[in-house]
């Protein structure tokens, strides 16, 4: 059979090789493209393709902790919870099972047990309300929003009320309704103890204030990542795409402040605050005179550090009269807030007064103008330009001759003027220079202010200013330039950068860095300092102006000032403050309290703030290892309970104590006062009972507040009590308070403890 061959036209052929060519032609771009895509941008459409199938997690790292200086903590992180519902899950549950009830049972107010029966969302309601404290109606609201699950209820549950819910959990069966997610929260076990040096961290975990603040780079550490794959369904991808880029945690430090030290300056600055009734807050720090080691510091009144935006009760008095809700409100709650943030002692500045004559005195002495003995005059007053009105002295009535010594003692304006004029304007203000005050103190805290003095120009043409400038007027300083200068004059005359960093140490606690005591430079000769101790030390302990800072069994060297407001609206306020630092000859710790604005009572800083000193360096002393030199005065009573008659009164004897036996037996049964009381070895009386004799509450005590110290030990030695003092010493002081309320019946030999203070002292 024939084959019959149908010819193709040319045209059908010209089709065919242009469908050929274009096929040919795809395909070439197809390679091109593939090319593209998998050689010459292979880098970036991969990433295309990761960024699609991963998803990456921030890591967060553990942010370091504070110490104390002998290791306590002062700020660390605690695990948190937040606390968050499924509604969806709890709409499905219900609905699954329409009008079913759960049984609720919980003890109330008076311990009865009551049972109710809710269906799901009331009884997580009810649970949370009573558990967490949130509004019942806020878990119904959010517990009834369709399509959605994931809605917080409460943030940062601590762990105990977490394993409370998890209980609840567990009982109803809730693990799809109910969840907890972990987390980390800033945590300060001390509460408000050094609130203003600790500082706070916000939301985001980042330091704002403080310590926290100022080293927040070395504390946040650096966060990791977490990346995982997942394909479009959400399921884990067992890719290479995953990895893992560890957190470093931050860095610990530890810093120069001691708890036991803190807590007592921050004791005695409330009571300053309270006594005085002080407008504008009180602040005080202690220092190491010979490291520059800051101690303690504080402000008064102080804030809880783990609810750093609920004002302290004197700001929320004063927010309390504004209306709640209105612009004013809200003014007024961020301003007393920040207010009360504030750190007074590192922030704000002062006019130093009569505690800057300390430096005055160390600048004349070291440049021989002076000597202890130099004679001065006072009149009350002074003329330093001819035409201009008279400078007075705080006693106006005039000191009349007295020397250098008796002059710093008594706090002398123009004893003062006279020493300024003697130095002349360019070695005062050198000097000025040389003690740091014409610089920041360097202080490792944040928005540290500076000092307020006039330039060197000024100095060289406006005498006036330069002699009220040497008694201590009309320039600002702030608290921690004037402790710093003061410590220069205790520690032989070094000035020290003051500092709050002791060492820094990485995640595993081994020390990375030691900070070491800086010597900015000498300023003045030990022989100097030496001086400056005994003529301080005599005028606490003898008539000075600072004698109420007077600690028994201590040599306290202090100076005392007070200063009118220059830069208030309102008239007569003042501010009244003491340094001091001892022991007067071998200096360790220094001190100052500033009052601003007192309003009860003087406004002098010898009366509204050097009691208060001595009152904690009387408790700062001992604690760090100095003796008391005061048992040659007072004796520790021993326990005579139990010991025969004859034993008990050879004690007596041997240790120089005066006693009397009440009854006839041969067993002392009873003693007064008690063992570990302190009484004074010339007036102090031990009464030992012994057979059937026992103390019997015959000796009503007198008011004595208001009485001289001479006056009052007469009252309670012949109503054959025992007294103790505390304060300054001096016959003339006045007592204010007494440790047995007057009218009290009690037995004769009873400790009857007075405090007493002068109550007459100036010292502008």
Not at 361 to 385: H, N, Q, R, S, W
Not at 615 to 633: Q, R
Not at 666 to 691: E, N
């Amino acid at each position: 059979m024939a084959v019959i061959r149908k010819r193709v036209d040319r045209k059908t052929n010209k089709r065919t090789m242009l469908v050929y060519g274009l096929i040919l032609l795809m395909m070439l771009g197809l390679v091109v493209r593939l090319f593209s895509l998998q050689v010459v941008n292979y880098e970036y459409y991969q990433k295309l393709v990761i960024d699609e199938i991963t998803y990456e997690l921030e890591v967060n790292p553990n942010r370091g902790e504070i110490y104390d200086r002998n290791g306590k903590l002062l700020a660390t992180n605690i695990t948190v919870y937040k606390i968050i519902i499924s509604p969806q899950d709890i709409i499905d549950a219900m609905a699954d099972d329409p009008g079913a009830v759960l049984t609720w049972t919980r003890t109330d107010e008076r311990g009865e047990e009551k049972t109710s029966a809710l269906p799901m969302n009331k009884l997580i309601a009810t649970f949370f309300s009573e558990k967490l404290g949130v509004s019942y109606d806020m878990v119904i609201e959010k517990a009834a929003k369709d399509g959605r699950r994931y809605e917080v209820i409460a943030t940062k549950v601590k762990d105990d009320v977490a394993d409370e819910i998890r209980a609840f959990i567990d009982e109803y069966d809730l693990h799809k309704q109910i969840f907890l997610e972990a987390g980390t929260m800033r945590y300060y076990p001390y509460g408000s103890l050094a609130c203003h040096v600790i500082g706070f961290t916000n939301a985001d975990g980042a330091g704002v204030y403080g310590l926290e603040s100022y080293y927040n780079n070395l504390l946040e550490g650096a966060s990791g990542r977490y990346i995982e794959a997942q394909d479009p369904f959400g399921n884990d991808m067992p890719y290479d795409y995953e990895s893992f880029i560890d957190a470093e945690n931050g860095s610990s430090i530890v810093t120069t402040i001691d708890v036991t030290i803190q807590h007592a300056l921050e004791t005695q600055l409330r009571e300053a605050y309270i006594d005085s009734e002080a407008g504008n807050r009180v602040t005080g720090i202690v220092m190491d005179v010979n490291t520059g080691a800051i101690l303690a510091m504080a402000t008064y009144p102080s804030f809880d550090l783990n609810d750093p935006y609920t004002l302290d009760e004197y700001s929320a008095k004063e927010l309390a009269r504004y209306e709640e809700g209105t612009d004013k409100y809200k003014e007024k709650y961020y301003e007393l807030l920040y207010s009360m943030w504030t750190n007074k002692a590192v922030t704000d500045s002062y006019i130093p007064g009569s505690t800057f004559k300390i430096i005055t005195a160390a600048m004349a002495l070291e440049e021989d103008i002076v000597t202890p003995d130099t004679m001065f005059y006072c009149g009350g007053k002074k003329t330093v330009i001819k035409g201009v009105d008279p400078v007075h002295c705080h006693k106006t009535s005039g000191h009349g001759s007295l020397s250098f010594a008796v002059g710093l003692q008594q706090s002398c304006n123009v004893v003062f003027m006279d020493v300024g004029e003697k130095l002349g304007a360019e070695k005062f203000y050198n000097y000025l220079e040389a003690f740091g005050y014409k610089k920041r103190a360097g202080i490792d805290l944040p928005a540290e202010g500076g000092s307020i003095i006039l330039a060197r120009k000024s100095f060289d043409i406006d005498v006036l200013s330069q002699q009220i400038y040497a008694f201590g007027q009309n320039f600002n300083v702030s608290a921690v330039q004037q402790l710093t200068a003061i410590s220069a004059v205790a520690n032989g005359g070094y000035l020290l950068s003051p500092h709050l960093l002791s060492s820094i140490q990485d995640a595993d606690g081994n020390i990375v860095t030691a900070y070491e005591t800086n010597v900015v430079r000498q300023v003045i000769s030990e022989a100097t300092c030496r001086t400056l101790g005994e003529i301080l030390e005599e005028g606490v302990s003898g008539n000075g102006g600072a004698k109420n800072a007077y600690v028994e069994g201590y040599k306290i060297a202090a100076k005392t000032g007070t200063s009118e407001k220059k830069d208030s609206k309102k008239e007569g306020l003042r501010v009244g403050s003491c340094v001091a630092y001892a022991p007067s000859d071998n200096p360790q710790v220094a001190a100052i309290i500033i009052v601003d604005e007192p309003s009860e009572g003087a406004s002098y800083g010898s009366v509204v703030a050097a009691p208060y000193v001595g009152s904690l360096m009387g408790t700062v002393l001992p604690y760090i290892g100095i003796e008391s030199a005061d048992n040659e005065k007072n004796v520790m009573v021993s326990s005579y309970v139990g010991l025969s008659r004859k034993a008990a009164e050879n004690a007596l004897s041997y240790e120089g104590v005066k006693f009397e036996v009440v009854g006839d037996g041969d067993t002392v049964m009873y003693q007064v006062p008690a063992s570990g009381s302190k009484i004074t070895k010339d007036g102090g009386r031990v009464i030992l009972y012994t057979g059937s004799e026992s103390p019997e509450k015959t000796v009503k005590v007198p008011k004595l507040v208001g009485l001289t110290v001479s006056a009052a030990n007469k009252k309670l030695v012949n109503l054959g009590l025992n007294i103790a003092i505390s304060g300054p010493s001096g016959a003339d002081a006045t007592v204010i308070d007494q440790s047995v309320a007057e009218g009290t019946y009690v037995t004769r030999g009873t400790l009857v403890t007075i405090e007493v203070r002068h109550m007459d002292i100036a010292d502008d």
